[in-house]
């Protein structure tokens, strides 16, 4: 009989192990989202500033990133390739920079 409260002990201390392994991980995670400062995946698909204004003549965007109010730029054109960065509420250029080709 000793044998058998034995292991029902262990198994009911095992049970509440996980059990609270499971609601710290659920906390945890809840803290973490709410100490982040990035913005909801529908807060960065919302409408901004047009871009096509800082392009140059013949240069086509091959990748956008959204990040914390940030809007970057790959852009490929005349040989070269460029990454822009914008503020995405004002749309003004905060820097741009372009990678000088490698001989081939």
Do not use: C
């Not at 919302?46 to 990040?67: D, F, I, W, Y």
């Amino acid at each position: 009989m000793q044998e058998m409260q034995r292991k029902i002990r262990k198994m009911v201390f095992w049970s509440i192990m996980v059990m609270v392994l499971g609601i710290s991980s659920v906390i945890g995670v809840l803290i973490y989202k709410s100490m982040t400062k990035k913005e909801s995946a529908a807060v960065a698909a919302a409408p901004s500033a047009p871009v096509t204004h800082v392009l140059k003549a013949g240069e086509q965007v091959r990748t956008m990133l959204v990040e914390n109010g940030i809007v970057y730029l790959l852009v490929d054109g005349k040989g070269m390739t460029s990454v822009i960065q914008i503020d995405k509420k004002s749309g003004a250029i905060d820097r741009r920079v372009e990678f000088i080709p490698q001989g081939k």
